[in-house]
């Protein structure tokens, strides 16, 4: 006899635990290069300024984006998973420690920039190493996120 360890709500059709809402915010958290690349296309007249804003720097926000593309895959990737795609289902087995890594990367380039600017504060650069410091412990100690990134054979 199987025991589950979340409520029935929490699994989807093929039996795979649904990925937690934090994780999903996470994941947007760690896109927010090709969110802010959306946002200023979406303003028209005022999008170059608003990239510029929160992007001075044009290479920062290619780097943002490149960092963002394992998230945005993620999160596509989830929903698709199902008995009949192994290959599939190992790579989303890989999904977690591709966050942690991508987060911790992020954690990194956000610190290098505020050495960069000789420690000066500023509150987007407080705010990104607050929150993905709560990401990596969030990602590091959760144990729904642990078991919705296994398979059904894991199990």
């Not at 760690?30 to 044009?58: C, E, H």
Request: with cysteine.
């Amino acid at each position: 006899m199987v025991s589950l360890r979340y409520l029935i709500e929490a699994y989807d059709k093929n039996g795979y635990l649904k990925a937690p809402v934090w994780l999903w915010l996470c994941w947007l958290f760690l896109a927010r290069g090709w969110i802010v690349f959306v946002l200023a296309g979406v303003t028209k007249d005022q999008g170059s300024d608003t990239l510029a804003m929160i992007y001075p720097n044009a290479t920062s926000l290619y780097i943002m984006m490149a960092m963002g593309v394992p998230s945005l895959l993620l999160m596509w990737l989830i929903e698709l998973r199902s008995p009949n795609r192994p290959r599939l289902n190992q790579v989303i087995g890989v999904g977690r420690p591709v966050s942690l890594l991508l987060t911790v990367a992020q954690l990194v380039l956000e610190l290098h920039y505020i050495v960069l600017q000789h420690g000066r504060f500023s509150w987007g650069g407080s705010l990104s190493v607050v929150g993905l410091s709560w990401i990596v412990i969030y990602l590091y100690n959760s144990r729904r996120v642990k078991d919705c990134f296994k398979s059904i054979s894991d199990k």
